[in-house]
């Protein structure tokens, strides 16, 4: 077969159809044997530059992964048919491109055979094959741009091999820097033509090297470090420049750059670090260029702690003006004019290294951490007053920019809330002096107002409750100063946020300071959706921390309250939060009576809208039941006192309405949210024993009618509530829920059916049978003929693959068994099933990570009664033959299943066996 021109055919088909056929069939060809005979034909110049690629990009590949298929007898005529290849005039360069990443496999490929000169490089073995001169630079280049990834690549494989290659390259750096030191020295950034060509190049070798080897000595680096300089003040762009290739250029010297100078062991070579950074940090100030501040950035985080010494010792006048300068240069990118990133994206550049110069303080000792910190306060104080002016909120939509700017400016502004942070750890008081003063001017814009006010919030954390001279001030100015009605929401809005801020310092400071705050948020719940739902978060916090002192303001508030409700959407965070200070706020009224009156327009406005949609058809109104009913169920939350017992009494007719509806009794997510708050009215009842009755017959109606979790969740928390009432009056409700569920458990294995598929229902009954066993066995021995279904239940869904129902199945059938003596009687007719049960999940029906409840459970057995337990083991091994073959070959395997050891043992020692079966089962 003529290889050459069916492929040549096929490429040809391939570029001209895009025929996946094609190309598949030239992947395997480009890896069969024959490759290495027809790819110099495909090479030929008279060739498309498509086939020629094809067949460069197929020498590569062959160098690089079947090198094994060349001998070494052969090795020189590769090389020179390589080289050969390389030297055609007309070569694309593309193909020229991929034929110096063969040559580069097959110098990495010939350094790495095992006869290699031990002292050889593998730049030297390069400079072998294409010896140095002027005509062969480029080719050089190429290949020393190339050698680096394909040297690391072909050892990566065999990791113990790396280590030995990375010393490889580090060693050939010092041949490297050497031809990129004549190729800088020849060429320069203002050169054209091939000078060009080469002096780019060069820029790239030395990315190269620098990316993949991160261990290059430094004295060697140093070397070519004043030639990258003298390539950053070419290349830096200038405002407006949309050159591409000059950006890339730039891009390359960058990386170059930072590569370099955040090197972690210049700290060992301090003589060598400020050398380098004031050349850079001279560079910088004289090209006047705001593009440095990336590299900058990284020179000063990587080194922060260095340039903060220098200027608190102030020993060393170079040291101290290098350091000072590189943070005038970063200030000035901090401050640069433009909205942050619509008109810039560089302010937000220095935010790292702000953190890392204040972090370093509280590393120093005294004298020099309080120098450095005087050193710092000038710096930090303008740094603010930048972050004040840049954080501004765009004064109309069309200044904000699109989607994507809009959200880069909010992690612009968050980062802005860090760093006024770091800015109080070095500024304190006096960063809070600064937001009065600015507060205070006349005639400030809106946006400054807001800003100020997002600072002043963002240190309410960091500030606490002990400072007494500023904060005063500060919210005097926000509540008397601001004229809101003059300015956008978005000032009150950010006020609202900013006093829940200080919420603690006002609860411990309430005098003359709560009146007024509350009626500015009182303002910002009834100004419009835009403030109402941080007004409401501000009125939260509020009530958390100044209950004690909310008497006289508890029946406004609640009036407000009740105006704002009707307009918030139900369920959502703003209602949650209004019912929360609802609740909080009728606890502290002063009688049942004063309670009542605003109950009404509380929970009844809930009770209300509840009933109105529940004649609605259950697909439309489902969303605003079950939010209603939220709000409801975080209103008991908040409740103490007799007022539970009224609130509950105003939500049974809408729990009554639900259970016998024909669509609502039966809808998954409503009865969810209605038994929740069930649950939670509980906990809100100050008798619950006799006031919680009226839920019995609503829980159980709900049950027969729909079985759901939930329910079971509430029937757990009643059993335990009424588990010493005389009356037992949850007693029948018990148990004909129960029966439901067993009667349910039977009719589904009864035809093979899928217990999993009610494994959240299962796992929450056998919940409320373990709930039973730990505090009142004695209501289980009232229905003494369930007992044995309730265990046999419980083996079924200890098999089941839901590690939940599974625990919660263990949980059961271990607590039953401890309940020695009173369900002893039930558990040795189930025994021996049982066992077989849990050898069978041993033996791999369920995965070993989930045999922690089969561990319990066994333990159990072997406490109460270890005989039995011996005998139904032995008699269940003789069913699982391949379980007994394992245990008898482990060593005193029957002794540590029956020793009365800790769950965890146990466990350890039946994952062990189960691994051991899925092994021998091949799973």
Known sequence: ?????????????????????????????????????????????????????????????????????????????????????????????????????????????????????????????????????????????????????????????????????????????????????????????????????????????????????????????????????????????????????????????????????????????????????????????????????????????????????????????????????????????????????????????PFGFWYALQDDLSTLDEPLENRALEVLKPIYFRLAQALLRKSTLPASPSEGGNAEEREMFRCYRQDV?????????????????????????????????????????????????????????????????????????????????????????????????????????????????????????????????????????????????????????????????????????????????EQLVHLEATLGLCVMKIKELLEQPLFTARVGVINYLKMVTMFFTTLQGAIGKAVLDGVLPVFNRIVVHPEWSQDNATLEAMHICAQRSVSALQQPEIEARPLLPILLTSYKIWPHPAALNLLKQLVLLFRRDPDNVVGPVLAEMSSITLNGVKACRSVQGDLSEWSDLLEAYLDVLTQICKKNTRILLQIPDQIPDMLQCGIACLILPETATAKAAGHFLSHAIMQSPHLQTFIQPIGQELVSAILHCVSGAVPHNNLDPHAEVLLALNKTCSEWTAQWLRIGLENQRNLATIMLQRENMTRILMERTRATRLCEVLKEISIQCRQKKGL
Request: net charge negative; with cysteine.
């Open 417 to 593: 809330v860090d760093t006024l942070d770091y800015c109080y750890k070095v500024l304190g008081t006096d960063l809070l002096a600064l937001l009065g003063q600015k507060m205070s001017l006349e005639n400030l814009a809106w946006t400054e107002i807001e800003s100020t006010l997002h600072a002043f919030k963002a240190l309410a954390e960091r500030v606490g409750t002990e400072e007494y001279c500023y904060i005063p001030a500060l919210i005097n100015l926000i509540l008397v100063r601001i004229p809101y009605h003059l300015y956008p929401e978005e000032v009150l809005k950010c006020a609202c946020s900013t006093l829940g801020a200080y919420a603690e310092w006002i609860g411990e400071h309430p005098e003359p300071w709560l009146k007024q705050v509350l009626q500015l948020v009182t303002q910002g719940l009834t100004r419009g959706s835009t403030t109402s739902p941080f007004a409401s978060m501000a009125l939260k916090d509020l009530i958390r921390e100044c209950e004690s002192h909310l008497v006289p303001y508890a029946p406004s508030i609640l009036h407000t309250i009740s105006q704002t409700l009707p307009s918030v959407e139900p369920g959502g965070r703003e209602g949650l939060r209004l019912m929360y200070a609802a609740g909080k706020l009728l606890n502290i009224l002063s009688s049942m009576e």
């Open 1 to 349: 077969m003529d290889y050459a021109t069916v492929v040549d055919d096929a490429i040809k088909q391939f570029y001209s159809m895009g025929n996946d056929e094609a190309h598949s069939w030239l992947l395997q060809v480009q890896a069969s044997p024959e490759a290495w005979h027809f790819v110099w034909q495909l090479l030929d110049p008279s060739k498309s530059s498509e086939v020629q690629f094809f067949a460069a990009t197929t020498l590569h590949a062959k160098i690089s992964k079947q090198w094994d298929e060349v001998p070494q007898i052969e090795y020189p005529m590769l090389k020179e048919r390589l080289l050969n290849s390389m030297r055609g005039t007309n070569t694309p360069i593309f193909v020229f491109a991929k034929l110096c990443q063969a040559l580069a496999a097959f110098v990495v490929n010939i350094h790495s055979a095992e006869n290699r000169e031990r002292n050889k490089s593998v730049v030297d073995e390069l400079f072998n094959i294409v010896p140095y001169s002027p005509s062969a630079l480029e080719l050089l280049l190429r290949v020393l741009v190339i050698l680096p990834a394909e040297y690391k690549k072909k050892h990566e494989v065999k990791s113990a091999n790396l280590r030995d290659a990375v010393v490889y390259l580090i060693n050939s750096w010092c041949q490297t820097v050497w031809l990129l030191q004549q190729v800088f020295s020849i060429c320069s950034p203002n050169s054209e033509g091939k000078d060009s060509t080469l002096y780019i190049l060069g820029l790239e070798c030395a990315q190269s090297w620098l990316k993949i080897i991160d261990q290059l000595p430094l004295e060697t680096t140093g070397q070519i470090y004043p030639y990258l300089l003298m390539a950053a003040a070419h290349y830096a762009p200038n405002r407006g420049d949309d050159d591409d290739e000059n950006t890339k250029n730039w891009e390359i010297v960058q990386d170059c750059l930072t590569m370099i100078v955040t090197r972690c062991e210049l700290h060992k070579r301090p003589q060598m670090f400020w050398e380098w950074a004031t050349a850079l940090v001279s560079m910088a100030k004289q090209h006047d260029r705001k593009y440095f501040c990336e590299i900058l950035t990284a020179i000063g985080e990587a080194h922060s702690r260095a340039f903060l010494i220098a200027l608190a010792e102030n020993s060393n006048e170079t040291h101290a003006w290098t350091a000072m300068h590189l943070i005038e240069l970063l200030l000035d990118c901090s401050e640069q004019k433009g909205r942050y990133p619509t008109e810039e994206t560089r302010s937000s550049i």
